[in-house]
């Protein structure tokens, strides 16, 4: 080998050592991003010259270069935040999140779940790029359908009940006369008191009584303030459902019947129908003892529901491992409003680094999968959550001293090579 090509050889070390070096700088820079995944410099051997032929001799190299630099997307490590909004990946997969980045407007990818809601209720990153997933129908099923994600600016429509269920246990003492019913001053046996909703949302406090009339037999009586009724008289009660309860002799309810039920609530929707069920009926085929007993002892109410609520803007919102995004009203009710999506791609290696804390697809990286979290081998979203960069300062600091010790090492056989030459111009003199 020639001292020129000496001093090139250790030229060619000395650019790909300083390349090496500035992957490592770029790792330790980001040590603290979110999402970031650690480079490394693949260095190759060049030759001094082209070797053809199956008779060729070995020849000597010409140094190294970095063929190329890959990252490495082993996982970082989750740290919790506590804010809904943050995200998470716990596996492959990528956010994929939309928008301009640069003068460039295209769909990217990206591990950084720092997510927040912006001022028109869609889910966006740092750079207002918006994430994209599929949303949610009035019902609360997901479309197939992918667009931007919208969380907010949403409310809960007002649900009328339909049905008041309840489950208690009737005293079996009866004492005669049976008490009388009068709906002006209503009173009974025992009573229970419960809510419901008109068509606007507005609730209603009603009170069930409940009249033992000897031989398993109950009627019963539901009662509200004469006020909140059309036609009715306030601080006087409008009785707007009544039925009867007929029980056997071992305490199970044989037979429910409702006689009336029709509620014409001021400013809703008139004659609103309300099925008061006391449970599972022997007539209805159920044991007797789903809901209403008559057995000895006090009379005591186990347990009162109902079917219908306010209406309500959503106050907050949790995402569950799936990616579902679900609304919490101000009516204490929930709803999904839409799903996380989840890119997966062939080879992640040959994505292309965007800046931003993104990626690009390539051709290299094949066609983007989009999916919902947990399948096709996508991992599954953390929320309260983000993924910190998995950057290792102990081995890129050993990395990096290996690297200076080969620029060193490359430099000296530079000036060694270069001594070298000057010892030829002098003996030329």
Do not use: C
């Not at 919102?317 to 799903?339: C, E, K, P, S, Y």
């Amino acid at each position: 080998m020639s001292i020129i090509r000496t001093m090139t050889t250790g030229a060619s070390g000395m650019r790909a050592e300083s390349e090496a070096l500035s992957v490592v700088s770029d790792n330790i820079a980001n040590v603290n991003t979110i999402g970031f995944k650690r480079s490394r410099a693949v260095f190759e051997d060049v030759l001094g010259r082209s070797v053809m032929g199956s008779n060729a001799i070995p020849q000597s190299g010409g140094g190294s270069r970095v063929s190329h630099i890959t990252q490495m997307w082993t996982q970082g490590a989750l740290v919790t935040t506590g804010v809904p909004t943050d995200m998470a990946l716990s596996g492959d997969g990528f956010f994929v999140v939309k928008g301009g980045v640069d003068g460039v407007d295209s769909q990217f990818y990206t591990r950084a779940g720092q997510f927040h809601v912006d001022s028109d209720g869609f889910v966006v990153n740092a750079d207002g790029l918006r994430v994209q997933g599929y949303q949610a129908d009035d019902t609360g099923s997901i479309t197939a359908t992918m667009g931007d994600l919208q969380v907010d600016g949403m409310s809960l429509p007002a649900t009328p009940t339909d049905i008041v269920q309840m489950g208690a246990n009737l005293s079996a003492d009866f004492v005669a006369p049976p008490m009388t019913w009068d709906p002006a001053n209503p009173d009974g046996d025992a009573s229970a008191t419960v809510t419901f909703y008109d068509s606007l949302g507005q609730s209603h406090e009603g009170t069930v009584y409940f009249i033992n009339n000897g031989g398993g037999a109950w009627d019963y009586h539901v009662t509200v303030d004469g006020a909140e009724v059309t036609g009715g008289t306030p601080d006087t009660p409008f009785e707007g459902a009544s039925g009867t309860l007929q029980f056997n002799p071992d305490g199970s309810l044989q037979t429910e019947t409702t006689t009336a039920s029709s509620w014409n609530f001021v400013g809703a929707t008139p004659a609103q129908t309300i099925d008061f069920d006391f449970g599972t009926s022997l007539d209805e085929g159920g044991t007797g003892f789903g809901g209403m007993t008559q057995l000895a002892g006090a009379s005591t109410v186990l347990m009162t529901r109902q079917d219908g609520f306010s209406g309500g803007p959503v106050q907050g919102i949790r995402v569950d491992a799936d990616g579902t995004v679900t609304g919490v009203f101000g009516n204490g009710q929930d709803r999904a409003l839409g799903r996380v999506a989840v890119a997966k791609f062939a080879s992640n290696e040959g994505l292309a680094r965007a800046g931003h804390n993104l990626w690009a697809g390539t051709r290299a990286s094949g066609e983007v999968l989009l999916g919902e979290a947990g399948t096709g081998g996508r991992g599954s979203v953390v929320s309260g959550s983000l993924e910190s960069s998995n950057v290792d300062l102990g081995s890129e600091f050993v990395d990096l001293i290996a690297f200076q010790r080969g620029f060193s090492a490359n430099s000296k056989i530079v000036t060694t090579a270069d001594e070298m030459y000057q010892e030829l111009v002098n003996l030329k003199r």
